[in-house]
Each structure stands twice: as C-alpha cells, then as structure tokens.
C-alpha cells in the first residue's frame, strides 16, 4: 500500500453506510388528503373526519403512527369545543406501509353546544418508527344553527279601560333550525320600590301570562294571544309593553329575547241625554218649551260639545243646534229648545232625533245619537177641536166680570 493511500477496509466501510443510511429513511410519509362532513359543523352536533396518509416512496414505511391535537396549541387554549368519542383515541398505530400504499384514518368528533362561530384549527401528526417528522394543520369552519324568534306583527291595539282586548302576536324564526317548547308573555307585570311600594302596571294580563306554542319550523310563523286590560287609572296616551320570547333548540339550549309592542289606551267620555222637563206657552198652546239634561258617565271629559236636535213630522224646533262646550266626568248641565207643534195636534208622544257630537282627550271626534220624546197630556193643550186652554178662558171670564163691573159703576154715577 502507498503511503497517503485510504485503506480499502475504510472505503468499505463507509459505503455501507452510505448504503445503510438511504434504507432506514427512504420512507417518506405524508398525508394524501383530508375531508370533514358536514361542512360547515355545527354546535351540539357530531362531524367526520377523514385522513388519508401515504406512503410517497419507493421503500416500506415501517410502524407508521398518527395522533391529532385538538387543542389550540399556538393560543395555549386547551378549552377548544372539540372532543371525541370515549372509545376513541387521539393517538393511532398504522402499521407499515408499501410503497405508494395509502391508508385511511376515521375520526368521529363532537362541537360543544357552546360553540362560537368561526374557524378553528386542529393538527395532525404523522410519521413512522414511533418518530412524528410531518404535521398539517386543519381548518374546521363552525357555523351555529341556532332557532332566532322575533316578533314581527302585532294588531292595532286599542284598549278601553276595564274592557279586555286580546293581542295576537305573529312570531316568526328566523334562524336556521326549528325552535321548540316557545313561551311568549309578558314580563313580572308589577313593580316594587327601594321603600317596598307594589306599583302595579297600568296595563296587565288577564289570566295566564305567557302563551306556549310548541314549535316553529325556520321561516314560518306562530301565534301566541295574549287578552290585555287597562287599569282605571291609565292615561289616554300610548303605552309600550315588554314582551319576553323564550325558546329552545332541538340540542335542549335555551334562548331568550325581549321585544316591545305599542298599544294605545282610550280613556273616554259617555256622553248621554235625557228630557228633563216640558212646559207649555200659555199664550202659544201649541208652543212647548223641553229641557233637556245632558251629562258625561264616562272617566274622561267630553270637549266642545254640540248639540243638534231634529224634530218630527208633527212639530218644528226653533233651536236646532246648542252648543254646550266641556262636560267633565260625572258633570252634567240643562238646556231648553222650543218645540211648535202642528195645528190640531193631539195630545200624546213627539219624537225627537238627538245628536251629540264631541271630541275625547285624544281630540278624536265622536257622534252619541239617541232618539228622545216628550210628552204632552190633555191637560197641556185646549180641546181636540182647538177651542182656547183653560187658564185663559178664565182671564177673559175675569176681564169681562170687571168690565161689568165698572160699567155699572159708571151708571150709578150718572144717575146720581
């Protein structure tokens, strides 16, 4: 051998391990694909995952192994909403791969009901002879399908002090899931004070508070009534009324909502009227003069009053229109028309066509028509053939008695 020479025991040496090297990591092991169905996941829900791993090389992939992370490792978070089954695990064996071989990976994982929309990621590891030498990172993309109630109709709702009204509400879901076991009321419908005063509301539930409707499918609408009553101590003004919408999804997750519905309170005037009184002219028989009481039954006070009266086919009315102004509750007050009645006329009933118009505190106008009569008797008129009334065939007897009395008078004056 020359001085300066490699052995050739050294240069054998080195190409087995040359050799050697390449064979223990030809292996090269990755992943061919990666699904999840659904897509999107959804909260409360399961999903499926497939992994394909591969062997790319020409050489065998000796106890392939593979494990999944689901924890959020760049953030720390270990609280991530997924979890797998009990009989699962996160960490599988393989086994060995040919070359170009592929094998498939199966996880079944559960989203916390919890869940928050968005994308999460999860890794997944892969390598062979119990070394993990390559991961990937998987995008899972969650989108809540949660039930949404909102309160889309509700009528014109007038309400009349003492007398109920009842208020049909349309609720319609609008997310995208059925909404069950739906309650829809209102909420605690009194008030209690830092002193401990109860202040009851204004406007309350007659019987039960809440309707319960049993489901409601996305995109379709129930109904909840609910029958309102206004105190007799509200206001004529409009009132806003809390209405809670309480539901769940088919997972068992509550929901809750509160909305609001507008309703008008009328406190109004009764306005009514009556024949108070009828009196006959003694120079005019067939002239009679009617009072009339008007007066206000109602909780609130009837405004610029007036009064049109219309009489019948046997009579004529010289005041055909009164005006009265304001009558307050229970405040009442007296007017008086003249009424002629035709020649001849008997004695018995006359009609008369009453009509009040007003305005309530709202400055709404109302019209109250009634049909009326007075009455008039024998007493109040002269015979049926139209002969004077009693009261001045005695003036005349009287005036004609004093005149023969003067008369006589004068003659013995005379004669004397």
Known sequence: MRKGMIPIWVIVGLFV??????????????????????????PGQWFDLWIHAKDNSSFLAQNVIFSLDLSDSESNRTNYPFSIGADDSL????????????????????????????????????????????????????????????????????????????????IKNTGNSKAVNILVGTIEDRTVTTTGVVVERLISVLGPTQDYISSVNTGETGIARLE???????????????????????????????????????????????????KQNALNPNQFEVGFNIYNAG?????????????????????????????ESDDSTTFKS?????????????????????????????????????????????????GFPWLVAVIVVIIVVAAAFLIARKGKAKRK
């Open 228 to 278: 309102l009553v206004a105190s007799g101590s509200a206001e004529s003004k409009a009132y806003t009324i809390p209405i809670q919408l309480r539901w769940e999804d088919e997972n068992g997750s509550a929901y809750s909502a509160t909305r609001y519905v507008g309703v008008n309170v009328k406190v109004l005037p009764a306005v009514d009227v009556v024949v108070d009184s009828v």
């Open 17 to 42: 391990v040359a050799v050697a090297t390449p064979l223990a990591r030809a292996a090269d092991v990755g992943f061919d694909s990666i699904n999840y169905y659904p897509t999107p996941v959804k």
């Open 299 to 327: 909780p609130a006070a009837a405004k610029n009053i007036v009064v049109e009266l219309k009489s019948g086919s046997a009579e004529a009315v010289s005041d055909s229109k009164i005006f009265i102004g304001t009558l």
């Open 338 to 386: 003249t009424f002629t009645l035709a020649s001849g006329a008997k004695p018995g009933s006359y009609p008369v066509e009453v009509a009040v118009h007003y305005r309530d505190p709202q400055f709404n106008e109302s019209t109250a028509s009634k049909s009326l009569a007075f009455s008039v008797s024998s007493q109040d008129q002269n015979s049926q053939s139209g």
């Open 91 to 170: 960490q599988k064996s393989i086994g060995n791969l040919l070359p170009n071989q592929s094998a498939l990976i199966k996880y079944r994982i559960f989203v916390d009901k919890t869940a928050l929309n968005g994308d999460y990621s999860i890794t997944a590891k892969i390598g062979d002879n119990g070394v993990y030498f390559r991961s990937e990172k998987i995008t899972i993309s969650v989108v809540a399908q949660n039930p949404r109630l909102e309160l889309i109709e509700s009528p014109m709702a007038e309400l009349v002090p003492g007398k109920p009204f009842e208020l049909a509400l349309s």
